[in-house]
């Protein structure tokens, strides 16, 4: 695409993203809302009026989640599993052509919020545990790697407290690129975004996802409870047992519920028969 196209269109997503219009892309094809958007572009039609058009069907952004056709969409219904596991030995490579096929990526207005790196996720592509955060914050986004801040250091900790390490685990976040002033992800951005961590999770196939924080649970789930109600019991993600606890950012902030961060580690512990660091 020549690049006077592409900075037009980037100036048509942008405004239409301040008019909280965000459904460019669904199912990884350019919705018919971009196409709409090119012909609003060559013939030059009042802009408020191609804004009716773009929603082209059901998906309503809510507070706290996407509702589509009535619901929230769990990792379990987005994509169907793939009937044969990726050996070890292909992992790498299997990763390696999902970061590639992400590219530079512009699926979402995350890619034109600041965005400095793609955080793709990293770690031991055989994994047993893989943890999910909710998205990259400005140290993660100028390094390009998961939890690599303050969070990180803290989220480090609690892998050696479990008798692992930092290498030996698999490290991703529900959105890739980093929201701007550290929000919540938006459900349409999310939503673009889980098609490929979903993809990360059929090749890594670990034992165990821990998810960190209430937006990684709601959206790897598709439930929006509290934390607390989700926390204890085990739940299902593709296949995998998922557990659910703290944000390590929320414990920095309350140091006080790292107690009951332990707990919820210490049942993933017995799950994988870990008994901590040295034993
Ligand atoms: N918080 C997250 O959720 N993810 C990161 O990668 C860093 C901080």
């Not at 196209?5 to 459904?23: H, I």
Request: charged share 20%; with cysteine; hydrophobic share 45%.
């Amino acid at each position: 695409m020549a690049d006077e196209t592409q900075s037009q269109l980037r100036a048509y997503v942008e405004y239409f993203r301040d008019l909280g219009v965000y459904d460019f892309y669904r199912n990884g094809e350019p919705a018919e809302a971009l196409v709409v958007l090119e012909a609003e572009a060559a013939v030059a039609v009042e802009p408020v009026v191609a804004a009716a058009p773009v929603v082209v069907e059901p998906v309503v952004a809510v507070a706290g989640g996407t509702v589509v056709a009535g619901k929230l969409v769990s990792f379990d219904d987005l994509a169907l599993r793939p009937e044969v596991q990726v050996l070890v030995g292909d992992r790498a490579a299997a990763l390696k052509a999902i970061q590639d096929e992400i590219g530079d990526c512009t699926r979402c207005p995350l890619a034109y919020a600041g965005r400095r790196k793609i955080v793709f996720g990293d770690g031991d592509p055989g994994a047993r545990v893989m943890f999910v955060g909710e998205g990259p914050g400005a140290d993660e986004d100028e390094l390009g790697l998961p939890f690599v801040g303050k969070a990180g250091q803290l989220l480090n900790n609690m892998i050696q407290a479990m008798g692992l390490t930092r290498e030996g685990v698999y490290i991703a976040n529900i959105v890739k690129c980093r929201p701007p002033a550290n929000r919540a992800p938006e459900p349409v951005e999310a939503n673009t975004c889980t098609q490929f961590l979903v993809r990360q999770m059929d090749v890594v196939q670990p034992q165990v996802v821990v998810a960190l924080g209430a937006t990684a649970a709601m959206y790897l789930l598709g439930v929006k409870q509290s934390l607390a109600s989700l926390r204890g019991v085990w739940h299902s993600c593709r296949g995998t047992k998922l557990a659910v606890t703290y944000h390590p950012a929320f414990l920095l902030r309350d140091p006080r519920m790292k107690g009951e961060a332990w707990k919820d580690l210490q049942m993933v512990m017995a799950e994988m028969g870990l008994k901590g660091p040295g034993k």
